[in-house]
């Protein structure tokens, strides 16, 4: 399984960006996905999870009502939607596939991870 994020980049505060992270083979169906992000210094945080099962979505707290999760299941692709950018959203951003179908925000229930990319939000 190969999960290869993109569209990572450099933005002014209020800005927006749209990450991708495509899923190579059949291994995209059946399973939650997920986006978690690590500033420097600092732990892993969980941003967003869609379940496989009607596309439940969670956020945390800190980019709820700002970022939006979504999947293209033809196309193996995760998106993160990211508007009203903050400078403290400065981090390196993962997307992950999960073990089963329901979405978690614990990062111990993805199986699989994709290499990252660099969000960077300046004020």
């Known amino acids: 399984v190969q999960l290869q994020a993109s569209g990572g980049g450099l933005v002014q505060a209020g800005g927006s960006l749209t990450l991708s992270c495509a899923a190579s083979?059949?291994?995209?169906?059946?399973?939650?996905m997920g986006w978690f992000r690590q500033a420097p210094g600092k732990e892993r945080e969980f941003v967003a999870a869609i379940s496989w099962n009607y596309g439940l979505t969670y956020y945390g707290d800190s980019v709820k009502g700002r970022f939006t999760i979504s999947r293209d299941s033809a196309k193996n692709t995760l998106y993160l939607q990211m508007n009203s950018l903050k400078p403290e959203d400065t981090a390196v951003y993962y997307c992950a596939r999960g073990a089963g179908w329901a979405a978690s925000r614990l990062g111990g229930d993805y199986s699989y991870w994709g290499q990252g990319t660099q969000v960077t939000v300046s004020s």
């Open positions: 083979g059949r291994t995209f169906s059946g399973y939650a």
